[in-house]
């Protein structure tokens, strides 16, 4: 994925720039242009081999076999995406430690003196100088997985029931045990939902922004000079010293300040979100059999539910048990990185909620168990035969009974509340917001400097030009024309001067050409 514009805010329009930490973005872009170019060539033999794919399967569409030729071919393509992804690894692994030492020389806070630059006379313009371009790298997965599952058995209720009322017959003693343990159920539910999302832009903008006419007030011009040379300071005190100055042959070196004097502009968006999100119930229904004192009791309840007309023993011997725990957790890790735009970051809602039991309440459950007891109740006869008859058809609807009322209860939704979290969701409106503004422009961060170059004869130069109007041919650092020279008094009793202004000699002031400093 490409890195972000390296930028540093010390580096306005207008402003004298730090030639340290101009030189720290240098470096970093220096840096960062291997593994760019690196992920470049990844992408083009990933497409490569893609299209080969694509091509293969419209070949088996039309009924045309590959050839080995071709299959040799993909095989290469393999290889190549294989080195492409080595070679960005290794580039990451090694550039982003030194990407990382240099950024930390950046500071957010910075101190710097006031531009020199009149703002009351330049101006600002906007050239398309430049060229609009995109460059986009978007990797996103999404995995959801539900598992919902459900056991009726326990191995070890059921050999322990079976043993325990073996005496009724083979036969009736498994219909009691599958009774008993179709009690004891256990629902399991999980449900994840995982997505990760990494979006890149770097884009170019062509508007250019310049300064033009690019104008200077010389005083503040020298007062920054001083305060950056102290070495090297200019006298304003005495004018025959600025004179002494301004009249020095240009050196090869001479020691310069820079001013930013125009700018094409980029922008950039990385962005990444992951969300992990994980809901897990279990609900556990049971009928515990009083253990201790079932196998000395079963003979005689079975005795008595005999005689009733029921099948097994009495559900007074068990216990009606729910035991239920859900969870629910929430990760969302989102980072977003631009640099000359600020996009529109909106949360969204995302609901909090566990499992409960539907129809968890205790009158409801005591009305179940009613209905276990009256399952087995049957007119007493005091007739032999007719108690016979009883107990048959009481054994028989027992069965069917256990088996419609033996199930679990509903689980519903228990409604805990909402909070806002960043998700994908808020990712892509920021990524589209982007989008949006760089297409309206108005946007970006330098990629390119304009640098204005002033040194110290150059100032020399422009303050004689500013208090001596006319009196000199002095060059401009600026865009600034040159003042008009002062009206002169006309005597009568004195010759009219002549028309044209008597020039220096050679050893006053440099030419104009020697003067001249063009934009870089």
């Not at 330049?122 to 398309?128: G, L, S, V």
């Not at 460059?135 to 999404?142: G, L």
Request: with cysteine; net charge negative.
């Amino acid at each position: 994925m490409p890195s972000s514009i390296p930028y540093d805010p010390s580096l306005a329009l207008a402003n004298v720039v730090p030639l340290a930490k101009l030189a720290i973005l240098e470096e970093i872009a220096g840096i960062q242009a291997p593994v760019d170019a690196a992920e470049e060539n990844l992408n083009s033999a990933i497409l490569t081999l893609r299209s080969l794919d694509l091509t293969s399967v419209e070949m088996s569409n039309l009924g045309i076999s590959t050839t080995e030729e071709f299959n040799k071919a993909r095989q290469e393509a393999e290889q190549k995406v294989l080195q492409a992804a080595t070679t960005v690894v290794k580039g990451r692994l090694e550039a982003y430690p030194k990407i990382a030492e240099l950024k930390a020389k950046l500071a957010t806070i910075n101190e710097s003196l006031e531009s020199p630059v009149d703002y009351n006379k330049t101006e600002i313009k906007k050239m398309p100088l430049s060229a609009d371009s995109l460059k986009m790298d978007a990797q996103y997965f999404s995995f959801d997985e539900e598992k919902e599952y459900a056991t009726t058995t326990l191995n070890k209720l059921n050999s322990f029931v079976s043993g325990a009322t073996s005496f009724l017959g083979t036969e009736r003693s498994a219909q009691v045990a599958i009774a008993a343990t179709l009690q004891t159920s256990q629902q399991h539910q999980l449900h994840n939902t995982q997505g990760t999302l990494v979006i890149t832009v770097s884009c170019t903008h062509k508007d250019a922004v310049l300064l033009a006419p690019f104008v200077l007030d010389v005083d503040k011009a020298i007062r920054v000079w001083n305060e950056m040379f102290h070495d090297d300071q200019i006298p304003r005190d005495k004018v025959s010293d600025m004179q002494k100055i301004a009249q020095q042959s240009p050196d090869q070196k001479p020691k310069q300040m820079y001013i930013l004097s125009g700018a094409t502009y980029g922008s950039s968006f990385v962005g990444m979100v992951h969300i992990l999100r994980t809901e897990s119930t279990s609900a556990i229904q049971t009928m515990i059999s009083t253990a201790a004192s079932l196998q000395a009791q079963m003979e005689t309840g079975s005795w008595f539910a005999s005689m009733k007309g029921g099948f097994g023993v009495d559900e007074t011997f068990a216990t009606d048990a729910k035991n239920l725990l859900s969870s629910q957790q929430i990760s969302s890790h989102i980072s977003i990185i631009t640099v000359g735009s600020i996009p529109s970051i909106k949360s969204n809602e995302i609901a909090i909620g566990v499992k409960e039991f539907a129809d968890f309440d205790p009158s409801k459950m005591m009305a179940k168990l009613a209905t276990f007891a009256n399952a087995t109740t049957t007119d007493q006869d005091s007739v032999k035969a007719a108690a016979e008859r009883a107990r048959t058809g009481g054994q028989m609807l027992q069965i069917r009974r256990s088996e419609i009322e033996s199930v679990m209860s509903g689980l519903g939704q228990v409604d805990d509340g909402k909070n806002k979290i960043l998700d994908i969701n808020s990712l892509m409106t920021a990524f589209e917001d982007y989008v949006q503004k760089a297409l309206a422009g108005n946007i970006g961060a330098p990629i390119t400097y304009y640098l204005k170059p002033i040194d110290k004869l150059q100032l020399a130069q422009m303050w004689v030009a500013k208090y001596f109007p006319g009196k000199y041919l002095t060059p401009s650092g600026d865009d600034n024309p040159p003042p008009p020279p002062p009206p002169k008094t006309l005597s009568t009793s004195s010759p009219l001067p002549s028309p044209a202004s008597p020039v220096p000699n050679s050893s006053s002031l440099p030419a104009l050409a020697n003067g001249v400093t063009s934009h870089l």
